[in-house]
């Protein structure tokens, strides 16, 4: 065997743990941050949305259904859990009549609040246990990440 198939097959499967690696860590970091929430508030497909609504404001069904990469049955579904809990309320688009926007109702907007205040809190404790390195570290794979998911 040459040397350059041996060393390519040696990054596969480098690459290969690494990914399965990735995958776990960032698979139970986002299930960890998507269990801090007020005990039966609401489930985590109506919890993502509401966060998404209270921090950038309101959405037409689409956008939010193709933000969350489901259909707009599903989505259709998650808004009408906020909104007849008093979560969200539908309003018409000031823009285009035949739309309607979801916005956060107060109510709403603090169990948001609340919800991102205790994550934040979470994340900054362990943060802090780190070392300075190993914040520079997770500093850098952020960005990495970030663009990754943005790819």
């Not at 979560?87 to 907007?109: N, Q």
Request: glycine share 8%.
């Amino acid at each position: 065997m040459d040397k350059e198939a041996s060393e390519g097959r040696k990054a596969s499967a480098t690459e290969t743990e690494l990914s399965v690696q990735l995958r776990a860590a960032v698979g139970g970091l986002y299930r960890r941050f998507r269990g801090m929430r007020p005990e039966g508030a609401l489930g985590d497909a109506a919890m993502d949305v509401l966060t998404h609504l209270h921090k950038h404001g309101p959405a037409t069904l689409t956008e939010l259904s193709e933000r969350a990469r489901v259909s707009a049955a599903s989505m259709s579904q998650t808004v009408n859990r906020l909104t007849s809990g008093g979560y969200a309320v539908r309003t018409p688009d000031p823009h285009d009549g035949r739309k309607v926007l979801f916005l956060t109702t107060p109510e709403g907007d603090t169990i948001a609040g609340a919800t991102h205040a205790h994550r934040t809190a979470w994340l900054d404790e362990q943060l802090s246990a780190l070392s300075q390195e190993d914040r520079a570290v997770l500093a850098r794979a952020a960005e990495l990440l970030r663009a990754m998911a943005e790819s």
